[in-house]
């Protein structure tokens, strides 16, 4: 404003009609209409309809949205009317694929349909982002209108493994971390937590077999002070933790609900030191090893005879008793050889089994396991190296040193999951600003994770079928507590879950951090760390 004597000069603003401002759905969904500008306003009045297949999902949304409303809204069969939400299956629409679901919202009530539960379920995910953030703090809020914005959704997934890999060996997750990331893994429609249960620096899963493994191979005496490569000695204090069976039941139930499944990974024949920390027969030396302290690739390999075979079936054993998934993890990256050369006893196995070397002895150890899963209805799942040597026939490639080793996978036809450290090492540098906690190196900046492609081009399109998806990683070497963790992960990981769920035509890096600014405000109401406060 200008003031000539007195005369005032007012700017008169021109509004130009601006597009009306997408809603903030995370994963972009597959199509979206932006409604009419009206919107469904959920009150205490408000009751969810439900069919005797639908009612355990209403009592899910029930639940979901009565701590911030302080509604005990009624979940009750009948028809659709004013003032609710009606949850339906339409085993018919077969657009919908598995997971997806419909969902439109209108001045009178919303509407989700899907073939599954699973589709339902993330269904009620989308009504849960389009509702004013605070529907995720967990105490009653007071004052907010709860409006959902009218809008007519179609959504699917691209991918079927939609996934996180959490490393809770190098530093110890506690169980209300893991739960608290699941619950994001959800709202964020991702269907496959990884569980990176056992390393050289800490075995976290109770084995009742074997209580050693946890009594001595939890816990480490001291850990590395600083990055690895600066050699800056130790912090004399021990760091330890594992998960009971009870935990670990616990967990996978809680998953379960959110229809996510847990991967749990035993790692072998390598970074296996906290294993043989515990009971030292299963190692190549016989000197007695102690637990990790430091990080980086240890030389100390499990040993490969029929004993030791048999303690890793043992394990798996009990690990197939608490996780109901079908897939199991058994690591089988980075495996010294130097131990199984220098070991007369590794060299008798190889040529008893008739293996002319290391990479073909590792093999066997995986094709082993390979067998002993299938037979049980299960199937191995391992990182790239396992196509060293020759790869199991069962076997499923998790490809991490770039995309090379799922594209050989997948042209061999093997099934695969992308997590190449390229584009989803999230333990990796987030910015170049000198204020963030130190990591293990490298840079992957939120943009280039957002390029995250599960399918390369190398592949046919026969050959694409082969990759079931894709996950984001966070090994935590450096990432010493929860809230660090979840610095890490957000929002790199709803670029890696954009990139498994929206198709690759409608992914768009602009559209995509205008809905972080919202997202943002979800995850403080959720109280939930991340880069970008
Ligand atoms: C490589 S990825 C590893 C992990 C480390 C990670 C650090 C893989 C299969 N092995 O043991 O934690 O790099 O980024």
């Known amino acids: 404003m200008i003031k000539i004597g007195k005369c005032l000069i007012v700017a008169i603003l021109v509004c130009l009609p601006t597009a009306a401002q997408e809603l903030s759905v995370i994963p972009r969904p597959v199509s979206m209409s932006n409604g009419d500008g009206q919107s469904f306003k959920l009150d205490k009045a408000t009751s969810i309809i439900v069919t005797k297949e639908t009612e355990k999902s209403g009592k899910l949304l029930a639940e979901y949205l009565r701590p911030a409303t302080g509604y005990p809204l009624r979940v009750r069969k009948g028809s659709a009317s004013v003032n609710t939400i009606t949850l339906a299956l339409t085993p018919e629409n077969s657009a919908l694929g598995t997971e997806g679901y419909r969902l439109t919202v209108n001045q009178q009530g919303i509407r989700i349909s899907a073939r599954t539960e699973a589709g339902l379920f993330y269904g009620i995910q ?150 043989i920390a515990a009971y030292p027969e299963l190692g190549n030396l016989q000197t007695k090893l102690e637990v990790g302290t430091v990080w980086g690739i240890y030389p100390n390999v499990f040993n490969v005879q029929e004993s030791t075979l048999e303690f890793l079936q043992d394990v798996l054993t009990e690990v197939l008793e608490l996780f109901p998934g079908k897939f199991i993890h058994v690591g089988g990256d980075e495996v010294k050889k130097e131990q199984w050369k220098a070991s007369e006893a590794a060299q008798a196995r190889m040529k008893e089994l008739n293996l002319k070397d290391e990479h073909e002895l590792q093999s066997y150890v995986i094709q082993r396991m390979d067998k002993f899963l299938t037979a049980r209805g299960r199937r191995l799942v391992g990182w790239d190296e396992i196509l060293e040597g020759g790869l199991a026939p069962g076997a499923t490639v998790m490809s991490w040193r770039g995309t090379k080793g799922g594209i050989a996978a997948a042209q061999a036809g093997h099934d695969v999951v992308m997590a190449p450290n390229t584009y989803t090492y999230l333990d990796y540098y987030q910015s170049k600003d000198p204020g963030e906690p130190l990591s ?94």
Do not use: C
Not at 498 to 507: F, G
């Open 126 to 275: 989308t009504v849960r982002q389009l509702l004013p953030t605070a529907i995720l703090t967990m105490t009653p809020q007071a004052g907010v209108e709860w409006q959902v914005p009218s809008t007519e959704i179609e959504d699917y997934p691209r991918f079927g493994w939609r996934g996180a890999m959490m490393d809770a060996s190098r530093h110890f997750m506690p169980k209300d971390a893991v739960l608290r990331f699941i619950d994001q893994l959800a709202l964020h429609k991702m269907n496959t937590f990884h569980w990176h249960l056992t390393d050289d620096q800490g075995w976290r899963i109770e084995i009742k077999r074997y209580p050693k493994l946890t009594s001595i191979g939890s816990m480490r005496k001291e850990s590395r002070v600083g990055h690895e490569r600066d050699k800056k000695g130790f912090d004399g204090t021990p760091h330890g933790g594992f998960y009971t069976q009870k935990d670990i039941r616990e967990v996978v139930a809680y998953a379960q609900a959110r229809f996510i499944n847990i991967v749990p990974e035993i790692e072998m024949p390598g970074h296996a030191q906290a294993a």
């Open 440 to 533: 293990i190196g490298g840079f992957l900046p939120l943009e280039k994770v957002y390029e995250f492609e599960p399918a390369p081009s190398e592949l046919s399109e026969d050959e694409k079928k082969r990759v079931l998806g894709g996950q984001g990683q966070l090994w935590t070497e450096y990432i010493q507590t929860p809230s660090q963790f979840e610095y890490m992960a957000f929002p790199r990981l709803l670029a890696v879950a954009e990139s498994v769920w929206t198709p690759a035509a409608r992914k768009d890096f602009t559209s995509f951090l205008a809905r972080w600014e919202k997202e943002k405000e979800r995850l403080r109401a959720s109280g939930v760390n991340f880069k970008g406060k």
